[in-house]
């Protein structure tokens, strides 16, 4: 199916600084969730966000639900190693799609 | 359960091997869903249950692969006569509804078909 267009591809920061990514669509969506996966793990769910213009934080990540629909970002504040992985959005109007991902490396 | 459980973690099949893996969703969560995770991460639909009927099915490949949900036992996804190309991670997710709410996901079958 259509993937959304997930970026940046992949991010090297330093611990202590702040992460921005984002997803977009030429589709609208009625949900957009965002995962975060680990080496040989399953996706494990972050942020549901249900209405346009939301904007949700859990810890240190907050993330929102653009104004028309077609987009989403995460941003992570004050990174720390542990936040090494791969974070994926995901929009759904019926069926679910998925960003390709973004790798984020935090250098201690 | 309090989450999604898959088993086997690992499974390895010769090519022309059969493949069964399984999911267990999360207690109480009606759907069921199933997806292909390939090397560049890319997750692939594959099938959707409500309790024990197909609700989404345009992601299978028909010919060799199968899955079913039947009551009180684990959903079941399997691969008839694998080829080298159904070597993947498959993620079982489940959810309370079909959309417009959160999918859980399970830690993933690796097969490896040789």
């Known amino acids: 199916g259509q993937q959304l267009n997930q970026s940046p591809q992949s991010m090297f920061i330093q611990e202590g600084e702040d992460v921005s990514m984002n997803c977009t669509s030429s589709?609208?969506?009625?949900?957009w969730l965002w995962y975060k996966q680990d080496p040989g793990e399953g996706p494990v769910l972050l942020i549901a966000l249900y209405k346009a213009g939301e904007l949700t934080s859990n810890g240190r990540l907050t993330a929102q639900f653009g104004i028309t629909r077609k987009d989403s970002f995460l941003n992570i504040s004050a990174s720390i190693p542990s936040d090494v992985g791969i974070y994926f959005c995901a929009g759904q109007l019926v069926d679910m799609r998925f960003g390709a991902g973004t790798r984020l490396t935090v250098k201690p | 359960g309090e989450e999604v459980a898959q088993t086997p973690k690992h499974l390895v099949r010769g090519e022309g091997q059969k493949a069964k893996l399984y999911c267990a969703p999360i207690k109480g969560h009606s759907y069921v869903f199933w997806y292909q995770q390939v090397l560049k991460n890319e997750f692939k639909f594959l099938i959707s249950f409500q309790n024990e009927n197909v609700f989404d099915e345009t992601g299978m490949p028909k010919e060799r692969f199968s899955a079913k949900c039947l009551p009180n036992s684990p959903c079941s996804l399997e691969i008839q006569a694998t080829k080298l190309e159904d070597s993947a991670v498959y993620f079982c997710?489940?959810?309370?509804?079909?959309?417009?709410?959160?999918?859980?996901f399970g830690p993933g079958t690796r097969l490896t078909v040789t």
């Open positions: 589709s609208i969506f009625n949900t």
């Open positions: 997710a489940s959810s309370q509804h079909h959309s417009g709410y959160e999918q859980y």
